[in-house]
């Protein structure tokens, strides 16, 4: 049913609100933990980068300033966060990756 105001336009539908109060301190969490992981990666200088070309070099060094760009913007999600990591990661050997998730 279509009713019309007094001034002869349709009421303006009411949008639904959608309140998730305990979803925002869970991801706000999560994103504490990929920050400071994200952190810890970018402190680590790979074996592999150490002694490796000047394009693997450059290569990591992209990433980590990408990486870290992601880390100090405001407005990144988690799936951004989560990408920087494994890119980041990509460089470390299973040994220095598990000084990161540790």
Do not use: H
């Amino acid at each position: 049913m279509n009713q019309v105001d007094w001034v002869g336009q349709q009421p303006a539908k009411q949008r639904a609100r959608i309140e998730i109060p305990n979803q925002r301190a869970a991801i706000a969490e999560r994103k504490a933990v990929l920050l400071l992981q994200i952190r810890r990666a970018c402190g680590i200088v790979p074996a592999r980068v150490a002694s490796g070309s000047i394009d693997t070099v450059r290569g990591w060094k992209v990433q980590i300033d990408a990486a870290m760009r992601t880390a100090e913007a405001r407005r990144s999600s988690v799936p951004d966060l989560e990408g920087a990591l494994s890119r980041v990661c990509a460089y470390l050997s299973p040994s220095e990756a598990a000084k990161v998730f540790a």
